[in-house]
């Protein structure tokens, strides 16, 4: 089976970066995409990022294009979420999850298995 396990969360100041990390392991795969989701309190899971293991068209939410970008390293498995420019709403648990297959989906349904998630707080 497959583990994923994020890393990287804290407490930032407005305006200020933030890289999360997401360790993928147990499993041999081939085609596949990354997803970065978030779930604030009492709020429904939040597509963030996604983009296939190939590194092509990534695929972002409106809230965050421009200042957040996701990158897959195939051979660390690894993918990674840049965060600039944090702003308070921001703030939520941040999942990584993959989806075996093609495509870069922002609908959680399509993802196989999740991390625990980290914690990004962004501070007014």
């Known amino acids: 089976q497959v583990q994923l396990v994020e890393s990287g969360g804290g407490l930032v100041q407005a305006g200020g970066s933030l890289r999360l990390s997401c360790a993928v392991s147990?499993?041999?795969?081939?085609?596949?995409?990354m997803g970065w989701f978030r779930q604030a309190p009492g709020k429904e899971r939040e597509f963030v990022a996604a983009r296939t293991w190939n590194g092509g068209d990534p695929n972002y939410a409106n809230a965050v294009r421009g200042r957040f970008s996701i990158v897959i390293d195939n051979d660390n498995n690894m993918a990674y979420l840049q965060m600039n420019s944090l702003k308070p709403e921001d703030t939520a648990v941040y999942l990584c999850a993959i989806h075996y297959g093609v495509g870069a989906f922002s609908f959680p349904t399509a993802y196989d298995y999740w991390g625990q998630g980290t914690q990004v707080t962004v501070s007014s």
């Open positions: 147990g499993r041999t795969f081939d085609r596949y995409a």
